[in-house]
């Protein structure tokens, strides 16, 4: 099936653990996402990617890295938890003017 | 600085009427508007969207309205359907840069039978 998918679906941290998301599309799209959702906040990027190599910062990059491995994936990593990081994480790839296709999400706790 | 703005963070509407969902925004770059979905447990899906060069785009039940010298959207949706209650977001892009979408805190909307 054509599309965003995000591994994992859920994930329990301790503070201080690292972890990555992996984020994986099918589309050939150039450009993607990772945006985190919190209550009241809606969708803050946190980085991006235009292009395969290439990658910036978004609204809110502090505590996480970025890894565009290909044109396919778009990795996000946490070094080192901090409970401020507990979120819904969501990886998305540019559809031209339709916006953004969207994977399901990455529920993240850490306690 | 919160660029995308939904003042009403729930909104509740009878099945049949009418529901209609407010965005401001602050950015006079923004050229291009969406509007997505999103149902629990599930990522956001796109819904409808317009260029800065129109002031209405009309999709089925879904009709999204730009006031530019507002600065200011609405999505109507008619008639409301029990399947249409989700959290409903606002976004925008700018014309140049990286083609990022900004986005407001989301609406909750609710369809009562």
């Known amino acids: 099936n054509a599309g965003v998918t995000q591994t994992p679906k859920f994930q329990v941290l301790k503070t201080g653990q690292s972890m990555t998301l992996q984020c994986a599309q099918d589309m050939n799209h150039n450009s993607m996402y990772w945006y985190r959702q919190d209550p009241g906040m809606g969708l803050r990027l946190i980085y991006y990617s235009a292009s395969e190599g290439t990658t910036d910062k978004g609204e809110v990059p502090n505590g996480y890295n970025v890894s565009r491995l290909n044109k396919r994936e778009f990795s996000l990593r946490l070094e080192s938890a901090a409970p401020s990081q507990t979120s819904v994480y969501f990886c998305a790839s540019l559809r031209a003017n339709y916006g953004y296709t969207f994977g399901s999400g990455t529920r993240l706790t850490v306690v | 600085d919160q660029q995308v703005k939904q003042n009403s963070p729930s909104l509740s509407v009878q099945e049949g009427r009418i529901s209609i969902l407010n965005c401001d925004y602050t950015n006079s770059m923004f050229d291009y508007f969406l509007w997505y979905k999103k149902y629990p447990a599930e990522g956001p899906t796109f819904l409808i969207s317009?260029?800065?060069?129109?002031d209405k785009n009309e999709d089925g039940r879904f009709t999204v309205f730009l006031n530019k010298s507002a600065k200011h959207l609405s999505l109507h949706i008619v008639p409301s359907q029990p399947g249409d209650s989700a959290v409903y977001f606002c976004a925008a892009k700018a014309l140049q840069g990286a083609q990022k979408l900004v986005f407001g805190q989301g609406t909750r909307l609710t369809i009562n039978p």
């Open positions: 317009i260029s800065s060069i129109k």
